[in-house]
């Protein structure tokens, strides 16, 4: 299958303070990427749908001046948490597909544990 | 609005059983369908696709499709301890991925 890769893995901040968190697509072009949070023993939720050069889409509820994301090329995707707080403490989760085909598949980053102190 | 439905368990089966998990979805038009595994604190991870109505066997996973049902089903043979996760449904329309909510899956040595 093909390589997502998301960093870091795990980080820990201060509240207030500003988290970037990465996404790449090693060994294909990824024309689509989703972010996804997840509580814990909760399902995925989608938070948004990036393509590349083009902005991101957002899920109803989720603020998009406080989770800004930028696909800036077909392999690169990052999402900043701005202004942090311990609420925003969650597994933050990369995805990326290709072609955008029905048939295409969908690779997951290994996940980024956001801890706000 | 697209719906994937999955029983949110936990389902329990002893070691060497099969596992059985099942998953609806609300779209007949939905052509493309997925299972993947979640270990606890880990991201997803694909472990089965089937497109077509029928059985689809790789190793000890089979998957089910059946459109006139908008079913689809996973097989696990001979669980094993190690397969205790959570187990995600997908259904791909086009650029949208839908999910359901995961099946936790208990392998009872």
């Known amino acids: 299958g093909a390589v997502v890769s998301q960093h870091p893995s795990r980080v820990i901040c201060k509240s207030g303070t500003s988290v970037k968190i990465e996404c790449r697509s090693l060994d294909f072009q990824a024309t689509t990427m989703f972010w996804y949070r997840q509580f814990p023993k909760q399902s995925l939720m989608l938070m948004a749908t990036s393509n590349e050069g083009s902005k991101a889409t957002y899920e109803q509820g989720v603020e998009k001046d406080k989770f800004l994301i930028n696909h800036a090329s077909l392999t690169l995707s990052t999402l900043t948490v701005t202004s942090a707080h311990p609420e925003d403490s969650s597994f933050y989760i990369c995805?990326?597909?290709?072609?955008?085909?029905?048939?295409?598949?969908?690779?997951f980053g290994s996940g980024t544990q956001l801890s706000v102190l | 609005q697209k719906e994937v439905e999955q029983n949110s368990g936990p389902l329990s089966v002893p070691e060497g059983a099969i596992a059985s998990l099942n998953c609806t979805y609300s779209?007949?038009?939905?052509?493309?369908f997925f299972w993947y595994r979640q270990y606890s604190g880990k991201s997803p991870e694909l472990i089965m696709f089937i497109y077509s109505n029928g059985d689809k066997e790789d190793g000890r996973f089979t998957a089910q499709l059946n459109k006139a049902s908008q079913y689809v089903s996973l097989l696990i043979r001979d669980s094993q301890p190690s397969d205790s996760a959570t187990y995600l449904c997908a259904v791909n329309y086009g650029q949208n991925f839908v999910f359901g909510p995961g099946t936790r899956l208990s392998v009872l040595p």
């Open positions: 779209d007949r038009g939905s052509q493309s």
């Open positions: 995805s990326a597909t290709s072609s955008g085909s029905l048939n295409e598949k969908l690779f």
